[in-house]
């Protein structure tokens, strides 16, 4: 009983209003919080600890403790002295020092307080009261007032908000996603790992935020939804959320290597060419790509994490066909008022647009993104054909053409450019690659390999290359060129062309 007392009188101090609940929350505690206690969300140790990077951590309290019962080799040290030094959380006055109770539930009443302290927000004056069970002098009725108002926390049906309810750990994934309107995802970030969160589970979306964000990575491929939050669990949660350098690293998977087209290359803390620089790469240097976002890849190499330009990265997919994911321009020449090359009652535009056709059918199905820069017979700027394939964020780009000339000339030819192309030596393997499948599958007369500024190759930033099929002036190529058995063939060898760079 005299515990008790001077339990009472220290918790007046901090929740003037909230002790029938903490007593009873007291009691629950040492029978149900065993599975509280296995999962820290701790299992790696924060992003660029190695001083790799500039990053610096913003707590100063380190060789002392603040809390008794947080000690220096506490998970949630740090985060826990962060939110105190912001009066975000408070302690327990205990014989003249100070507990924290790291192990005990946060409710939704303190989980609302907090929340709206950590997001600098104020005490919402109440006027009159919302719920059944907030009377207007209860002790966390403005906070919660201002979080509800927020959208951040709801009432429930019957008119009651249950303040001293605890929160489960996908309940609070729910509200601090909402609070910090942490961003979905991209598409190709690697999936949330835990073996108990499905993809169909009601708070899936939120937890995939924490866990992609480096707020919570769970333990050992547990997330445990349903389980009571701790206090120090929600300390690490909610520091994580406001400051990025208590954030974890993401246990992301390699979707991609990336081989290094430049002689050097920028690794960048962030994906925009303002960050500062944290590392550079040589030519043939072959990086691990985690994630790649408009013309930003997320990379390791050795001990360098950061983001480099995907334009000078060579990449390729790690399982399954090297296509797959790639962003590959198809562009047929010509087209609607400007027919190219006409030659024995053919066409350029109609066999270019042809041949692009199928070749987009098979780099499709390898899994590529494929940009056509026209599918049908309408007329595009060569400005505008490099442009489609810049907005895209294109990888490769190959333009296919069809020559003409004397009756006599015959045979393929492709292009590449090295006089603007920062990618010219890329461009030249790749066009390599093509001329060869082209003479070997379709029998075509070598004319090799060529550099020349023409537009489209010149102004991308990509590996780019013109192909030129064959000559609609010459009886033997134009027969090729305006079948549909060959035009399978020439689209055929370009796409084992691109394979084949891929590969090597
Ligand atoms: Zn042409």
Same mark, same amino acid.
């Given at each position: 009983?005299?515990?008790?007392?001077?339990?009472?009188?220290?918790?007046?101090?901090?929740?003037?209003?909230?002790?029938?609940?903490?007593?009873?929350?007291?009691?629950?505690?040492?029978?149900?919080?065993? @599975?509280?206690?296995?999962?820290?969300?701790?299992?790696?140790?924060?992003?660029?600890?190695?001083?790799?990077?500039?990053?610096?951590?913003?707590?100063?309290?380190?060789? @002392?403790?603040?809390?008794?019962?947080?000690?220096?080799?506490?998970?949630?040290?740090?985060?826990?002295?962060?939110?105190?030094?912001?009066?975000? %959380?408070?302690?327990?006055?205990?014989?003249?020092?100070?507990?924290?109770?790291?192990?005990?539930?946060?409710?939704?009443?303190?989980?609302?307080?907090?929340?709206?302290?950590?997001?600098?927000?104020?005490?919402?004056?109440?006027?009159?009261?919302?719920?059944?069970?907030?009377?207007?002098?209860?002790?966390?009725? @403005?906070?919660?007032?201002?979080?509800?108002?927020?959208? %951040?926390?709801?009432?429930?049906?019957?008119?009651?908000?249950?303040?001293?309810?605890?929160?489960?750990?996908?309940?609070?994934?729910?509200?601090?996603?909402?609070?910090?309107?942490?961003?979905?995802?991209?598409?190709?970030?690697?999936?949330?790992?835990?073996?108990?969160?499905?993809?169909?589970?009601?708070?899936?979306?939120?937890?995939?935020?924490?866990?992609?964000?480096?707020?919570?990575?769970?333990?050992?491929?547990?997330?445990?939804?349903?389980?009571?939050?701790?206090?120090?669990?929600?300390?690490?949660?909610?520091?994580?959320?406001?400051?990025?350098?208590?954030?974890?690293?993401?246990?992301?998977?390699?979707?991609?290597?990336?081989?290094?087209?430049?002689?050097?290359?920028?690794?960048?803390?962030?994906?925009?060419?303002?960050?500062?620089?944290?590392?550079?790469?040589?030519?043939?240097?072959?990086?691990?790509?985690?994630?790649?976002?408009?013309?930003?890849?997320?990379?390791?190499?050795?001990?360098?994490?950061?983001?480099?330009?995907?334009?000078?990265?060579?990449?390729?997919?790690?399982?399954?066909?090297?296509?797959?994911?790639?962003?590959?321009?198809?562009?047929?020449?010509?087209?609607?008022?400007?027919?190219?090359?006409?030659?024995?009652?053919?066409?350029?535009?109609?066999?270019?647009?042809?041949?692009?056709?199928?070749?987009?059918?098979?780099?499709?199905?390898?899994?590529?993104?494929?940009?056509?820069?026209?599918?049908?017979?309408?007329?595009?700027?060569?400005?505008?054909?490099?442009?489609?394939?810049?907005?895209?964020?294109?990888?490769?780009?190959?333009?296919?053409?069809?020559?003409?000339?004397?009756?006599?000339?015959?045979?393929?030819?492709?292009?590449?450019?090295?006089?603007?192309?920062?990618?010219?030596?890329?461009?030249?393997?790749?066009?390599?690659? %093509?001329?060869?499948?082209?003479?070997?599958?379709?029998?075509?007369?070598?004319?090799?390999?060529?550099?020349?500024?023409?537009?489209?190759?010149?102004?991308?930033?990509?590996?780019?290359?013109?192909?030129?099929?064959?000559?609609?002036?010459?009886?033997?190529?134009?027969?090729?060129?305006?079948?549909?058995?060959?035009?399978?063939?020439?689209?055929?060898?370009?796409?084992?062309? %691109?394979?084949?760079?891929?590969?090597?």
């Amino acid at each position: 009983m005299r515990l008790l007392c001077s339990f009472l009188v220290v918790l007046t101090l901090l929740f003037p209003s909230s002790l029938a609940a903490y007593a009873e929350e007291k009691q629950s505690l040492s029978s149900s919080d065993e @599975g509280l206690l296995e999962i820290r969300d701790f299992n790696q140790s924060p992003p660029f600890a190695d001083g790799s990077t500039s990053t610096t951590f913003t707590i100063s309290s380190s060789n @002392g403790t603040i809390f008794s019962d947080v000690p220096t080799d506490h998970w949630a040290k740090s985060e826990i002295e962060f939110l105190y030094q912001r009066s975000i %959380i408070q302690g327990y006055t205990v014989n003249n020092g100070l507990q924290f109770r790291p192990n005990a539930r946060v409710t939704r009443a303190q989980a609302a307080k907090m929340l709206m302290k950590a997001l600098g927000e104020k005490e919402q004056p109440i006027s009159r009261a919302r719920f059944k069970d907030i009377p207007s002098d209860h002790w966390a009725a @403005g906070w919660i007032e201002r979080a509800v108002e927020k959208g %951040i926390f709801q009432g429930y049906e019957d008119g009651t908000f249950r303040p001293d309810d605890p929160l489960k750990r996908s309940q609070m994934s729910k509200v601090i996603a909402i609070a910090f309107q942490l961003p979905a995802p991209p598409s190709t970030a690697s999936k949330v790992a835990f073996t108990d969160v499905s993809s169909n589970y009601w708070a899936y979306p939120y937890i995939s935020k924490l866990y992609y964000h480096g707020i919570s990575n769970g333990n050992q491929n547990k997330f445990m939804p349903e389980s009571y939050i701790s206090r120090d669990q929600f300390s690490a949660f909610l520091a994580r959320a406001m400051n990025e350098d208590f954030r974890l690293p993401v246990n992301s998977s390699v979707i991609a290597t990336g081989k290094v087209t430049a002689q050097s290359l920028n690794v960048r803390s962030a994906g925009n060419a303002n960050a500062s620089i944290v590392g550079k790469l040589n030519y043939g240097a072959v990086v691990n790509v985690y994630e790649i976002n408009g013309y930003w890849a997320k990379i390791s190499y050795g001990k360098i994490n950061g983001y480099v330009h995907k334009s000078y990265l060579k990449l390729k997919n790690v399982n399954g066909n090297p296509l797959q994911g790639r962003i590959i321009t198809v562009d047929a020449g010509h087209g609607g008022t400007d027919s190219g090359a006409i030659g024995n009652g053919a066409y350029e535009k109609n066999i270019v647009l042809s041949v692009a056709k199928k070749l987009q059918q098979k780099l499709e199905k390898a899994g590529a993104k494929v940009i056509m820069t026209r599918a049908n017979d309408t007329y595009k700027t060569l400005e505008e054909r490099v442009q489609i394939a810049k907005n895209n964020y294109a990888e490769l780009f190959v333009s296919i053409h069809v020559n003409s000339a004397s009756a006599s000339a015959n045979g393929s030819e492709t292009y590449y450019d090295t006089s603007t192309n920062p990618n010219g030596y890329e461009s030249y393997l790749l066009a390599k690659e %093509i001329q060869q499948q082209l003479v070997k599958n379709a029998n075509m007369l070598d004319r090799g390999v060529k550099d020349n500024n023409f537009y489209v190759i010149r102004y991308n930033t990509v590996p780019s290359v013109l192909v030129e099929l064959g000559f609609i002036t010459n009886k033997s190529d134009v027969q090729k060129l305006t079948s549909d058995e060959y035009q399978n063939i020439f689209a055929e060898s370009i796409y084992n062309g %691109i394979v084949q760079y891929y590969n090597k």
